[in-house]
């Protein structure tokens, strides 16, 4: 039965279709800080139970308006992310139980972490994990959700075996990359599904000693809901959200820039992506990890930053893009160096 679904996934891969084929967003009442650095040991509220508390660098963003990739949830029995257009009902006795950690300065998001509840009467369980990997910040060698599966499947450890390569389908009626390997030693299977929307390779990697389980949950998945250009391959935003580009803040388009000076010398990365406006302004500004004084220093800069306006068909849009901060020294820029003209 196995085999003959794998097979089955292939054939219709290959004519791009699957039958039947990772917070709404909450508040953005960000912490003030966490990771592994902080010397802040004062708690500002007691920590709920069950909840484990990471201080040091934090995410956080210049206003609690604009959706942010780590803004998902599961309201209702469904995640929904509205930074990525996404809706998924979670299956029948399913749950969250526990919230991922902050992302990682290489741009890494645990989503959802979603298992069987306890009311579950399945006869095996397993796991569904949503994450996102930034691709304006990966440390690996890939420039969209494909090339981070191939990565993947080219560097699996020597104990485990690729049941079914990288193989192109449709779920939901968007474009996605199915992945399957599996450990003899331990009998588990994953399977991975992937695709990219506004530049972020987002996975769902499902995991079960059943493979009869995996399979009823991918063609389960055939309900979400996701925005029109994912793609393996492309999505890149635009129409209702900014178009997503990778390293355009390049000089060529900087009209007026002022470099953060920072007070205290730190030793992380501090990686932040930005909203350009169709005036070339900064309206929105999100630290994937940063400490407070850090984030105060960057936004305080930004705002005086200025870009050329980029045109799609004649019109002026916004633009999404990432800048790295810290690991150097900066120097504000004198205003005569700074042409103001656009």
Not at 61 to 85: H, I, K, R
Not at 170 to 194: C, E, M
Request: proline share 8%; glycine share 8%.
């Amino acid at each position: 039965m196995h085999s003959r679904f794998l097979c089955s996934l292939a054939v219709l891969a290959l004519s791009a279709s699957l039958p039947g084929w990772g917070q709404g967003a909450r508040p953005q009442n960000t912490p003030r800080n966490g990771g592994d650095f902080s010397d802040n040991i004062q708690p500002a509220t007691k920590v709920p139970t069950g909840v484990i508390l990471v201080k040091g660098a934090w995410s956080s963003a210049s206003d609690s308006v604009t959706p942010l990739p780590e803004g998902g949830n599961v309201t209702n029995n469904v995640f929904s992310d509205q930074y990525f257009g996404m809706a998924y009902s979670l299956p029948p006795e399913w749950a969250e139980k526990y919230k991922g950690p902050p992302p990682s300065e290489s741009g890494r998001y645990v989503l959802a972490q979603i298992s069987p509840a306890e009311t579950f009467k399945g006869p095996a369980r397993g796991s569904i994990l949503i994450t996102a990997q930034d691709m304006f910040f990966t440390p690996l060698p890939a420039a969209n959700a494909l090339d981070l599966v191939n990565y993947s499947k080219d560097h699996l450890q020597a104990d485990y075996t690729v049941e079914m390569p990288p193989t192109q389908t449709k779920i939901a009626g968007r474009s996605f990359t199915f992945f399957a390997y599996w450990s003899p030693a331990a009998q588990l299977h994953w399977y991975v599904i992937a695709t990219e929307i506004r530049c972020h390779a987002v996975q769902i990697v499902l995991t079960s000693r059943d493979t009869k389980l995996l399979e009823s949950l991918i063609l389960d998945m055939n309900k979400m809901k996701l925005p029109a250009e994912a793609s393996p391959t492309a999505g890149t935003g635009g129409g209702a959200v900014p178009v997503c580009i990778k390293d355009y803040a390049r000089d060529e388009n900087v009209i007026a820039r002022v470099d953060p000076v920072f007070t205290e010398h730190r030793f992380n990365a501090v990686p932040v992506r930005i909203i350009i406006d169709r005036e070339g302004k900064v309206k929105h500004i999100h630290f994937l990890s940063a400490f407070p004084d850090q984030a105060k220093t960057i936004t305080d800069a930004l705002g005086r930053w200025k870009f050329r306006r980029y045109l799609r068909d004649g019109h002026p849009v916004e633009v999404e893009t990432g800048l790295m901060f810290g690991r150097a020294t900066y120097r504000t820029i004198s205003p005569a160096s700074n042409p103001t003209t656009e």
